[in-house]
């Protein structure tokens, strides 16, 4: 029992690690990626996707609304890296925090 305890948790952390055993991408470096340089499409370089960087630094993250998606996304955790795996250490309070920041934002911005 125990070499099959052993064997099916080393096989849980490769498959948490992605099919080429890279390291997860961390949440929060691309959530401030996303926040602070989404329209060049930055976090989507960090998170394995250089294509769809390329298009989104040429388009200005589709004039803003593909940043937006993006950035709606990892508010909800549902933004994944290029080995379809989670992106790692998703905090729900930072993720209110950044919530609350981007409606104040926008309040300021429309007075």
Known sequence: MTIYNETAG???QQE???V???KRKNWL???LLCAFLG???IHRF???YPVIGVVQLLTLGGCGLWAIIDYIMLLVNKFNDKNEQPLEDYNKTIAIV???LTVIGVCVALI
């Open 39 to 41: 329209p060049l499409g």
């Open 46 to 48: 960090y998170t394995g």
């Open 10 to 12: 080393a096989q849980k």
């Open 20 to 22: 080429t055993g890279g």
């Open 16 to 18: 948490m690690q992605g």
């Open 98 to 100: 950044f919530f609350i």
């Open 29 to 31: 470096a691309t959530m």
